[in-house]
């Protein structure tokens, strides 16, 4: 079971590992299309190592993987706010799952033969009250004195083999207890499964039963120890993943070269706006070269902004955010959808009209509709274009409903004509209202991020009133991941901010 276990370390890290030390080590290089880089992909321009490969062994080797899937699920709990763990639900024709019913089947035959003997034989059945009686306690924290002197005394293990030699026990009130004290420690969503378990009289399918709800308590307690870890897990985490990324970057000093690139990049735009809106007015003099230079904290959140409408395909990520790259991916669909859908209903609000804007309920029911019809639209074999002649089609349908409920003349052909063709150039990336929605979108996530993660959010940008409740989630996913990633690594943004601005 280790060895199982030490194996599927090293190939769940590998990934990581090759990616990591891909971005660091190659400067020129192609990115594949599973975004994962890939040191082996024949596209890149060697780089001199700055050392000569130094060889491990097979214990160091599994050491590192241990660390770097440690430091992997630690980062997803601190940065996942809705990380949880759930049960493993098999494929239905899986082998794996075959095989674990027929195991698991010859188990619980087993047991009912022993306990159809005469007399019955209760080894086995022994051996599971004890494994129930360890996930008991297990379950108890520090202060449950009383709750844990119950079960040693009721589920004590060498009283039960006592009087099971001597013909004495009665495993049904062993069982009934065991139901009670799960109802006393389960959580409240666990009520109805433990309830019926007392409507179960046959033993074997009992123990079964109890044992399957036990699996989902663990799966509870799990996800509770979870949440009440993850203020502690913050710091621990941010440590950890700088000291390991700090050892990275003194065996490999290019280790910083993207980011370096990236944070040029976002001072060049910041400068270049800058100079553009202080441009001297007739003739007068221009300001201060001085005042043009933007603040670091301002280039590193233009920089994270910069993320969102990355190239995947054709641009490395930066390596201090590489670890993150699939949730930058994910959260650049939801700001590319979320565009569309507001760019859609503020094309229909403003050809409909004032009765149907101030009717709420139709708001909340078209932005439905178009949300379902947009949501696939991350995926390679979405056509954005026929998407939005159905959207357009669909709108005018419910239009006209809403028009007639309020008494509003309907609207004429032509103006439909307009409407769907308005909807349907949304679908250009040049589309002024598209490009308009983005704007306001990106401005209403660097306030927030400027505004360091206080409450209340800023006021919505006009025109995103009907998107509201998605434009916020959406910045607190933004700016949540945001804020642990300046947390890990901002020694490092500021030292090359310091070096680029003196510059």
Same mark, same amino acid.
């Given at each position: 079971?280790?060895?199982?276990?030490?194996?599927?370390?090293?190939?769940?890290?590998?990934?990581?590992?090759?990616?990591?030390?891909?971005?660091?080590?190659?400067?020129?290089?192609?990115?594949?299309?599973?975004?994962?880089?890939?040191?082996?992909?024949? !596209?890149?321009?060697?780089?001199?190592?700055?050392?000569?490969?130094?060889?491990?062994?097979?214990?160091?080797?599994?050491?590192?993987? $241990?660390?770097?899937?440690?430091?992997?699920?630690?980062?997803?709990?601190?940065?996942?706010?809705?990380?949880?763990?759930?049960?493993?639900?098999?494929?239905?024709?899986?082998?794996?799952?075959?095989?674990?019913?027929?195991?698991?089947?010859?188990?619980?035959?087993?047991?009912?033969? !022993?306990?159809?003997?005469?007399?019955?034989?209760?080894?086995?059945?022994?051996?599971?009250?004890?494994?129930?009686?360890?996930?008991?306690?297990?379950?108890?924290?520090?202060?449950?004195?009383?709750?844990?002197?119950?079960?040693?005394?009721?589920?004590?293990?060498?009283?039960?083999?006592?009087?099971?030699?001597?013909?004495?026990?009665?495993?049904?009130?062993?069982?009934?207890?065991?139901?009670?004290?799960?109802?006393?420690?389960?959580?409240?969503?666990?009520?109805?499964?433990? $309830?019926?378990?007392?409507?179960?009289?046959?033993?074997?399918?009992?123990?079964?039963?109890?044992?399957?709800?036990?699996?989902?308590?663990?799966?509870?307690?799990?996800?509770?120890?979870?949440?009440?870890?993850?203020?502690?897990?913050?710091?621990?985490?941010?440590?950890?993943?700088?000291?390991?990324?700090?050892?990275?970057?003194?065996?490999?000093?290019?280790?910083?070269?993207?980011?370096?690139?990236?944070?040029?990049?976002?001072?060049?735009?910041?400068?270049? !706006?800058?100079?553009?809106?202080?441009?001297?007015?007739?003739?007068?003099?221009?300001?201060?070269?001085?005042?043009?230079?933007?603040?670091?904290?301002?280039?590193?959140?233009?920089?994270?902004?910069?993320?969102?409408?990355?190239?995947?395909?054709?641009?490395?990520f930066p390596e201090t955010v590489l670890m993150d790259q699939v949730r930058f991916q994910e959260l650049q669909g939801q700001l590319e959808q979320l565009t569309v859908l507001g760019a859609v209903l503020l094309v229909t609000f403003s050809t409909a009209g004032a009765s149907?804007?101030?009717?709420?309920?139709?708001?909340?029911?078209?932005?439905?509709?178009?949300?379902?019809?947009?949501?696939?639209?991350?995926?390679?074999?979405?056509?954005?274009?026929?998407?939005?002649?159905?959207?357009?089609?669909?709108?005018?349908?419910?239009?006209?409903?809403?028009?007639?409920?309020?008494?509003?003349?309907?609207?004429?052909?032509?103006?439909?004509?307009?409407?769907?063709?308005?909807?349907?150039?949304?679908?250009?990336?040049?589309?002024?209202?598209?490009?308009?929605?983005?704007?306001?979108?990106?401005?209403?996530?660097?306030?927030?991020?400027?505004?360091?993660?206080?409450?209340?959010?800023?006021?919505?940008?006009?025109?995103?009133?009907?998107?509201?409740?998605?434009?916020?989630?959406?910045?607190?996913?933004?700016?949540?991941?945001?804020?642990?990633?300046?947390?890990?690594?901002?020694?490092?943004?500021?030292?090359?901010?310091?070096?680029?601005?003196?510059?």
């Open positions: 079971m280790s060895e199982n276990f030490d194996k599927s370390n090293v190939n769940e890290s590998n990934d990581y590992e090759k990616g990591l030390d891909g971005a660091v080590e190659h400067s020129g290089e192609a990115v594949q299309k599973d975004v994962t880089l890939d040191s082996s992909s024949p !596209q890149r321009m060697q780089r001199p190592h700055s050392s000569p490969p130094r060889f491990v062994t097979v214990e160091e080797l599994l050491e590192t993987a $241990k660390g770097v899937t440690n430091m992997a699920l630690a980062h997803e709990i601190v940065v996942n706010g809705d990380f949880r763990i759930r049960p493993v639900e098999l494929p239905e024709d899986s082998l794996e799952k075959r095989v674990k019913e027929i195991v698991h089947k010859a188990f619980w035959d087993c047991l009912s033969v !022993q306990l159809s003997e005469d007399p019955p034989t209760y080894d086995h059945a022994i051996k599971l009250v004890g494994e129930i009686k360890e996930t008991l306690l297990s379950f108890l924290l520090p202060g449950h004195t009383r709750l844990r002197n119950q079960i040693t005394e009721v589920l004590d293990l060498e009283l039960i083999k006592q009087e099971a030699e001597n013909g004495a026990l009665d495993i049904s009130k062993l069982a009934e207890f065991i139901i009670g004290m799960m109802g006393t420690l389960c959580a409240p969503a666990r009520d109805e499964e433990v $309830k019926k378990l007392k409507d179960i009289k046959e033993i074997v399918p009992l123990f079964r039963a109890m044992f399957a709800v036990l699996d989902l308590m663990k799966v509870d307690m799990a996800n509770f120890a979870i949440s009440s870890v993850r203020p502690h897990l913050m710091q621990q985490s941010v440590e950890y993943e700088r000291e390991k990324f700090q050892r990275l970057l003194e065996r490999q000093p290019n280790s910083l070269d993207f980011v370096t690139q990236w944070l040029e990049e976002a001072s060049a735009d910041l400068m270049a !706006q800058r100079y553009k809106h202080a441009l001297p007015a007739q003739g007068e003099a221009a300001g201060s070269e001085d005042a043009l230079v933007p603040s670091p904290v301002s280039i590193q959140n233009h920089a994270y902004l910069k993320l969102l409408k990355w190239n995947h395909l054709h641009r490395p149907v804007c101030s009717r709420a309920d139709f708001a909340e029911r078209l932005k439905t509709i178009v949300k379902v019809l947009l949501t696939d639209m991350h995926l390679p074999s979405f056509h954005l274009d026929e998407a939005l002649t159905t959207i357009g089609e669909k709108v005018c349908v419910e239009l006209r409903g809403c028009l007639a409920l309020c008494g509003s003349p309907t609207l004429s052909t032509d103006r439909e004509t307009v409407l769907k063709g308005g909807i349907q150039a949304v679908g250009s990336h040049d589309d002024p209202v598209r490009r308009i929605m983005e704007s306001r979108i990106l401005t209403f996530l660097e306030t927030y991020l400027a505004s360091g993660h206080q409450k209340p959010l800023p006021a919505v940008p006009g025109g995103l009133g009907p998107v509201q409740r998605e434009l916020e989630e959406l910045a607190v996913k933004f700016v949540r991941l945001v804020n642990y990633n300046k947390m890990v690594f901002c020694p490092y943004y500021d030292a090359i901010l310091s070096k680029l601005l003196r510059s």
